[in-house]
């Protein structure tokens, strides 16, 4: 996949442009071991230019370094995007300790329309006050909300520091 950073972003200074082709093109966050629970994935998406795009939000499962075909986890259909900054989120739970990769594809239904994405959090309820995660490029957040300790991960999309690498899907 193409990505090139877009000053026109949601919040802060830039978001980064995923381009479209014919093909599915994933953007995906380096590996994080995440304890069992419930997740919510989100992100901030648009269309980039005149042509409409669609996205899928996901995980890929990793064992052993690696990630099976079948280990790829789609969370919601292809969807449209919008001329304006929306608001997209889906919810998913692990059962155990599992290594992940986050993913936000631009879909091939886009017809080769690019996307614009912002803001990517994950948000973890019940969180135990004794787990530690270790990103080094990633800023996190906890927060007491409802009396529930809450983990939020923020990707950082800026190009200058890029963490995230892209698989193209075969």
């Known amino acids: 996949a193409t990505i090139a950073q877009s000053t026109d972003s949601d919040s802060g200074s830039y978001a980064v442009e995923v381009a479209g082709a014919t093909n599915n093109k994933r953007l995906a966050s380096k590996a994080y071991t995440l304890p069992a629970g419930t997740y919510t994935l989100s992100a901030f998406i648009k269309q980039s230019g005149d ?42 739970t692990l059962e155990e300790e599992t290594t992940v990769s986050l993913i936000v594809m631009n879909s091939k239904v886009g017809n080769g329309a690019s996307i614009l994405v912002d803001d990517v959090e994950l948000d973890i309820e019940d969180l135990d006050d004794s787990y530690e995660i270790n990103i080094e490029t990633s800023k996190i957040n906890v927060v007491q909300e409802d ?24």
Do not use: C, H
């Not at 304006?84 to 889906?90: A, K, L, N």
């Not at 009396?147 to 075969?170: E, P, R, S």
């Open 51 to 92: 042509a409409v795009g669609a996205f899928r939000l996901g995980y890929a499962i990793i064992k052993d370094g690696a990630i099976a075909n079948s280990d790829y986890m789609y969370l919601n259909d292809p969807t449209y995007v919008t001329e304006e900054w929306e608001y997209y989120s889906v919810e998913f």
């Open 147 to 170: 009396n529930k300790n809450k983990m939020q991960i923020i990707l950082i999309f800026f190009l200058t520091n890029l963490f995230l690498y892209v698989m193209i899907l075969l």
